[in-house]
């Protein structure tokens, strides 16, 4: 995998070695950085230092034997020996990342334990306890020349509305052969390039509304797609067009039911386009320890497909007609991340069987959602720090099916989806502790304003999470 910080890597690489003397501690960062990501395997960093050592050592005779050749014959030797250091690094950095050692694999994983407590209210049970938000681990890497895979597991699913209690979230093979011209080729179940945002850190331990309106099961379907740039991580690894600035991705899957617990037999086109104007993506993470510097992006995104039996109908099956239009985007100012993203869906039935939220028959449902938020990083000593992040959300649900989600995720219980918010909006207030590279406390406070006059039987209400977060 080439995510699209190895270009950063590899340019920062570049000129602090072509700035700085020797270079072995550089090296050594980039090539452990490029270990921690998969890239590259122990063997192959511990080569690639020893090719450096060399070529630093060549370096040090060739400057010592050029002080005593006289002047008009110096100009014909290398001026400065860290280039050259350098660019037998990078070639070397290059060479083992386009031809990876077979088969080169990567366990990999995400643990989330969180406490969540909210008040009783309206004759509803309150929540005081402990869950587990996520149990996810996978498995990544090369299984040929050019031929990746991805597969992650989750252990601890609480999305109420797939049916089972453990699911294989992403189990994909991807083709990067056309990465330099049409883009990378990606065949299983993966992310639909018409989610609204590329999946992130997560600064909010809640679900976004505007993403869980998106097509899919947690944006997931299965089938084909075809990806240029990073607009479509984890399953892309190609570069955008025009120096990074033009991303796309469209793909066809078999459309999941809106109750999202099944296939029909139908399909889900989509499409998605990104724009980087300053040819820089946006760090994928929502906490930036590094200062990035400044950049931007932005996108749109669309999918439509056919649906049959949903919770959306008031009969077994009908015939429906959905549609998903997304804009999204996100800014990174030096460790100030901010992003937003609106999803609207509609549904349409010629038959007029169904039914809203608030239990009307009609022949269509419209609903939108709104995220906005804001990050802030204070950096303490190596990768420690703190930050502070606001995100504001809004939505106007007609679809029974995304009522459940649409709520602080906690349990199964009937008194915790009954909390789900079909017009309201919602306040998050976050306080996170960055304990080391793949260790972070989350603490989020959040505010649920409803409108009750069209959201029947739903009232106001907060909720405090404290999640724990470890990557590895």
């Known amino acids: 995998m080439k995510p699209s910080y190895l270009a950063a890597i590899l340019f920062i690489a570049l000129n602090v070695c072509a700035t700085a003397h020797a270079g072995n501690a550089y090296v050594d960062a980039v090539l452990d950085a490029l270990r921690d990501k998969g890239l590259l395997t122990q063997t192959d960093v511990e080569a690639i230092k020893a090719r450096a050592r060399e070529a630093e050592q060549q370096n040090t005779s060739q400057h010592i034997l050029e002080q005593k050749?006289?002047?008009?014959?110096s100009e014909a030797l290398p001026q400065n020996g860290t280039v050259t250091t350098q660019k037998t690094v990078l070639a070397a950095i290059k060479q083992r990342i386009a031809?990876?050692?077979?088969p080169a694999f990567k366990v990999w994983g995400r643990l989330q334990p969180r406490y969540t407590y909210i008040t009783a209210e309206n004759g509803l049970e309150g929540t005081n306890s402990f869950t587990l938000r996520r149990a996810r681990m996978g498995l990544k890497g090369y299984v040929a020349d050019k031929i990746a895979f991805r597969t992650q597991y989750e252990a601890a699913n609480q999305v109420t509305g797939l049916a089972n209690a453990e699911n294989l979230l992403d189990a994909w093979v991807r083709f990067e052969h056309l990465d330099d011209s049409i883009g990378t080729i990606t065949i299983g179940q993966q992310f639909v390039p018409a989610y609204t945002r590329p999946p992130q850190m997560g600064a909010s331990v809640e679900r976004k509304f505007s993403e869980y309106l998106s097509p899919g099961a947690a944006g997931r379907a299965r089938g084909i797609s075809l990806r240029r740039g990073d607009l479509g991580k984890p399953e892309v690894s190609s570069q955008g067009l025009f120096g990074n600035r033009l991303h796309y991705g469209l793909g066809i899957?078999?459309?999941?039911?809106?109750?999202?617990?099944?296939?029909n037999n139908e399909m889900l086109y989509a499409v998605g386009l990104g724009l980087r104007p300053t040819g820089v993506s946006p760090y994928p993470d929502e906490y930036q320890l590094s200062d990035r510097g400044?950049?931007?992006g932005i996108g749109v995104s669309y999918a439509q497909s056919n649906d049959s039996g949903t919770l959306d109908t008031s009969v077994q099956t009908v015939d429906m007609d959905n549609e998903w239009f997304g804009v999204f985007g996100d800014v990174q100012y030096h460790h100030w991340f901010g992003w937003g993203s609106w999803t609207?869906?509609?549904?349409?039935?010629s038959q007029g069987l169904l039914v809203n939220t608030a239990g009307l028959a009609t022949d269509e449902?419209?609903?939108?959602?709104?995220?906005l938020g804001l990050s802030r990083t204070f950096p303490l000593k190596g990768d420690t720090g703190w930050a502070l992040g606001f995100q504001y959300q809004s939505v106007d649900n007609e679809h029974p099916s995304r009522t459940r989600f649409l709520r602080t995720l906690?349990?199964?219980s009937d008194d915790e989806v009954s909390r789900g918010m079909d017009k309201g909006e919602a306040y998050h207030f976050i306080l996170t502790w960055?304990?080391?590279?793949?260790?972070?406390l989350l603490n989020e406070f959040i505010i649920y304003d409803v409108d009750k006059n069209l959201s029947p039987g739903q009232f106001d209400h907060e909720a405090f999470v404290s999640q724990l977060q470890i990557d590895f």
Do not use: C, M, W
Request: no cysteine; glycine share 4%; hydrophobic share 35%.
């Open 253 to 263: 899957f078999n459309a999941p039911d809106l109750s999202l617990n099944n296939d």
């Open 434 to 440: 960055i304990l080391g590279r793949n260790v972070r």
């Open 294 to 296: 400044a950049t931007y």
């Open 69 to 73: 050749i006289p002047a008009q014959h």
């Open 365 to 371: 449902l419209d609903s939108d959602a709104l995220t």
């Open 344 to 349: 609207r869906f509609v549904s349409k039935s």
């Open 99 to 102: 031809s990876p050692e077979l």
């Open 410 to 412: 906690t349990g199964r």
